[in-house]
């Protein structure tokens, strides 16, 4: 499985911006679909996922109602529906997926083998 994020850009602060994520193989309800974000001098961290089998989401709390993660099975994309964008979200977004993720587990980086490029978002303040 190969994994390209795009949609990243620059947006004001309160402003909307929508990731997506395609990946290359046929994404099953077998994997896990998550994003992790990294900022400047930090290290890289949780975002939300979309979790194997049962397709349940869960969220870092400091995106919770603001941030949506969805999936299209059928045309092997994942998205990061981005609302009420913030300053302190300004990061390069990357994508992830495994299929043996356990619930767990699911906010470790070493938890995924798969992994995009990254696409950069910048909020102004």
């Known amino acids: 499985v190969q994994l390209q994020a795009s949609g990243g850009g620059l947006v004001q602060a309160g402003g909307s911006l929508r990731l997506s994520c395609a990946a290359s193989g046929r994404i099953s309800r077998d994997y896990s679909m998550a994003w992790f974000r990294q900022a400047p001098g930090k290290e890289r961290e949780f975002v939300a996922v979309?979790?194997?089998?049962?397709?349940?989401?869960y969220y870092t709390d400091s995106v919770k109602g603001r941030f949506t993660i969805s999936r299209d099975n059928a045309k092997n994309t994942v998205y990061l529906q981005m609302n009420r964008l913030e300053p302190e979200d300004t990061a390069v977004y990357y994508c992830a997926a495994d299929r043996s993720a356990i619930l767990s587990s699911i906010e470790y980086v070493s938890t995924y083998n798969y992994w995009g490029q990254g696409t950069l978002v910048t909020v102004s303040s």
């Open positions: 979309s979790f194997r089998s049962t397709g349940r989401t």
